[in-house]
Structures are given as C-alpha cells and as structure tokens.
C-alpha cells in the first residue's frame, strides 16, 4: 500500500513541478515574439495549466482504464468550482465580469451538455472528440477576436514587453524537461490509481473524481487560493469558467482522437450521475451570479459550493 501511495503522491508532484514549469518555460518563449499576453493566456498558459489532466486521460485511455479518463475530467470540473472557487470566495469574495455570465458561463453548460449527450451510448468516438476539439478552436478563435476588439478599444491587454528570464535554448530545454516530468507523472498516477482502487475495493470512477481530479486540479487551488490571499481579484470565476472548457473540449476531445474512449455499461448510471451533478453545479453557479447588478459573489455563496461538494464527495462513497 506504501507504494502506490507514493506513486500516487510522486505523480501529483510531477504533474505540479511540470505543469508549473511548462507554463514557464513557454511563457518565457514567447516573450521573443512579442505575442499579446492574451493571445498567450487563452493558448499557452490554457494548455500548459491543462496537461496535468490531458497527460493523466490519455494514459488511462490507452492503458484500458476509461473509467479514469473519464472520472478525471468531470471530477475536475466538480472540483473547480464547488472547491476551488469556493475556498477562493470563502477567502475574498471575487469579481465577475459581464462576459462570464454573457459568454463563458453559456459555453461551459452547453460543453457540458454535449458530454452528457454523447457519452450516453458509454462511448466517446473520434468524431465526438473532433467536435469538441473543433469547438475548442472555434472557441479560442472567438476569444482571441474578442481580445484583439478589446485592445483597440483601449480596453486589452498590449503586447508583452516583460523582461526576459530565460534564453530561447534554456526555455525550450525547460519545456522538453516538464513534458516528460508530464508524461512520467501522469505514469505514476493512474498506475497507483489503478492500484488504490483494486485494493480498497471501489471503482476506478470513484478514485478519479476524488484523488485524481482534486490531484490534477491542485495548480488551480493553488494558484486561486494564493491570488485570494494576496487580493488579487483579476484571479475570477472566468479562469475556473474557462478550465472546465477546456477539460471537455480539449481534454476529452484530443484523448477521444488519439484513443476513443468506452466506459464499462456497469458504470453507465453512475457516470451518467456523475455528469448531472456537474451540470447541476454548473446551474447552481448562475444562481450565485445573481442578482446580475451585484459585481461581487460573497463568502456565503462559497460555504454553499463547498457543502455541495462535501456532500457529493460522501454520496459517492456511501453508495460505492
């Protein structure tokens, strides 16, 4: 047991360490080619901050547990903003912007909707994950636009002129270093994953939505729990918006590609459980955005979320 817990714990600290130096390391790369820091934060930083969870679904895939791949990314999306969002608002009630609840708040339930359509025949093809993946593009194309519209109005970001830490070889062997930290990382997790759940007797979906997702989500909490602390309120409810996007249309829709993914039909109901409650938290989440006039979500909305979540967490063990 000692050792597939310091896999599991060894993954999770590989998958930190590279995602973080990923990000880095390509941030610092870009630098010397005077890309908008928009354009970098909507591409780069988006899946640099979402290869932990992309690393992690692609080899339960091929290593025959989708339950994992699966349970990772809807744990994720729980875990977002049932955990991640309300540890930050419980710290420092957060601002949100109108083209959260206009634009991203939408897109995240209809992404969310398409998983639960397409998933209901326990599979998902390599044309479900074209379609996400191709709405992933249209969606980052839009938002670029949006950001490039924003930045003539005077309103975006300019282009970035920051000092340069790294040389152009040094960032690239930092990139090279984390994607394999990555991949190692990733290893390790399902493996001791797998592992953990023969043991203790429960499915692997129930390993994924917890250890897992909250393992592949730690840089989120992380990074929203600092910002909260330092008061640093530009950290808003559309970055955890923007993740759970991505964790289905990226995510999903490239591990879909490279391996389709079939989910055992002993499983069908729970999974499709599982998902409910991500959309159903996704709804509770417009709720805390009203009324519309008030800018701010406050400290009890996040206490809410993170009853909701206890709450989810303990269902899925008590029915295991």
């Given amino acids: 047991m000692l050792i597939i817990f310091l896999k599991i714990i060894g993954g999770i600290l590989l998958l930190l360490l590279g995602g973080k130096y990923l990000v880095k390391g390509s941030v610092e790369l870009t ?43 809807v ?13 930050s608002i419980i710290i420092l009630p957060i601002f949100v912007k109108k083209q959260t609840i206009k634009i ?11 998983l639960f359509v397409f998933m209901f025949d326990d599979k998902l093809t390599r044309i479900e994950g074209v379609i996400f993946f191709g709405s992933l593009i249209a969606y980052i194309w839009w938002e670029i636009r949006y950001s490039f519209k924003q930045s003539k109005a005077g309103k975006g970001d300019e282009k970035s002129d920051e000092k340069k830490i790294y040389s152009i070889p ?54 929203s729990i600092i910002a909260a602390l330092k008061k640093e309120t530009d950290i808003s409810v559309g970055n955890i918006i923007g993740s759970n ?53 406050n400290r009890y909305k996040g206490v809410i979320f993170l009853g909701v979540y206890i709450t989810y967490i303990l269902l899925l063990f008590l029915k295991k």
């Avoid at 289905?248 to 389709?260: D, K, M, N, Q, V």
């Fill in 104 to 114: 991203d708040w939408p897109i995240m339930m209809v992404a969310s909707i398409m």
């Fill in 245 to 297: 996007i991505f964790n289905i249309f990226a995510i999903l829709g490239l591990t879909a590609l490279i391996h389709p993914i079939q989910i055992d039909a002993q499983e069908h109901f729970n999974f499709m459980q599982d998902q409910l409650w991500m959309i159903g938290i996704g709804v509770l989440l417009f709720f805390a955005f009203l009324p519309l006039k008030k800018k701010y979500m």
């Fill in 31 to 73: 630098k010397y080619f005077s890309i908008s820091k928009l354009v970098v934060g909507m591409t780069v930083v988006a899946f640099g901050t979402s290869a932990p969870e992309l690393l992690v679904s692609l080899q339960a895939a091929i290593k025959g547990s989708p339950e994992i791949a699966l349970g990772n990314v």
């Fill in 170 to 223: 040094v960032a690239i062997l930092v990139i090279a270093v984390s994607a394999i930290g990555l991949a190692k990382g990733a290893d390790f997790l399902v493996q001791g994953a797998s592992q953990l759940a023969s043991e203790l007797g429960v499915s692997e979906r129930i390993i994924s939505i917890t250890i897992v997702a909250v393992g592949t989500s730690l840089p989120e909490l992380t990074a």
């Fill in 75 to 87: 744990g994720s999306n729980i875990a977002n903003i049932a955990l991640v969002l309300a540890a």
